[in-house]
């Protein structure tokens, strides 16, 4: 696939078919995520794989508490729709984590969010290479993180970036619209 009909064709995917991800693929998917840039190439992720019905059911018990907690604050209408079976469906989950003092210098110059822009890298490298593979990821972040680090052990000094539901696509998804870019030039000034 060429690059861009690679990035054209990822896409957040919310419903999965039951065929395990090959082995190879995965090890691809991951490699791909050890290419992101990171601030002195600190490299400030780690990854845990997911396959284990206990654990994915665990996952979606807090994201499902997450989602209560919408509810009942009076968030969106669309809350109440939201189908979370997928994180049980989804042959493989990885949740990426990262450790926040492995952010290079910023410190120095008040710049406090290099290891998560770097762990974001990450993600978005393996959701391309799973799209070249013709699997289908999602960003997930809907859940509570300290309650997150908890089911799946994460130590404290970390934090999570991703949790990436991801396997072969159930039935088409459709592209949301993507508008022109806003662009400046030469400093921010209203778009030209
Ligand atoms: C940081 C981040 C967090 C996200 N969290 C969620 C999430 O918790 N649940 C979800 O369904 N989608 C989540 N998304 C996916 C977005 O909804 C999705 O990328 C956007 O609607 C555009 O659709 P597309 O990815 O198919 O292009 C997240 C995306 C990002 C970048």
New binding site residues.
């Given amino acids: 696939m060429e690059f861009k009909e690679v990035v054209k064709s990822?896409?957040?995917c919310?419903a999965f078919e039951p065929d395990p991800v090959p082995q190879d693929q995965l090890a691809a998917i991951m490699e791909a995520g050890q290419w992101a840039p990171s601030p002195m190439n600190a490299l400030p992720w780690e990854y845990i794989i997911i396959t284990d019905a206990k654990v994915k059911a665990q996952i979606r018990e807090v994201s499902e508490a997450a989602k209560q907690a919408v509810l009942d604050g009076g968030g969106p209408g669309f809350a109440a729709k939201?189908d979370m079976t997928f994180l049980e469906q989804a042959p493989v989950i990885i949740a990426v984590v990262f450790d926040p003092t492995k952010k290079g210098l910023g410190d120095f110059f008040n710049q406090k969010h290099g290891a998560l822009q770097a762990a974001?890298a990450c993600v978005e490298n393996m959701m391309l290479a799973a799209a070249e593979y013709g699997l289908g990821t999602?960003?997930?972040?809907?859940f509570d993180p300290e309650k997150m680090q908890a089911a799946l052990n994460i130590p404290e000094n970390l934090e999570i970036a991703?949790i990436i539901p991801l396997g072969k696509p159930k039935g088409d998804?459709k592209?949301?619209p993507r508008p022109e870019p806003r662009i400046h030039c030469e400093g921010f000034a209203a778009p030209v």
């Fill in positions: 990822r896409r957040s919310r939201y974001s999602l960003w997930f972040t809907w991703a998804v592209a949301p």
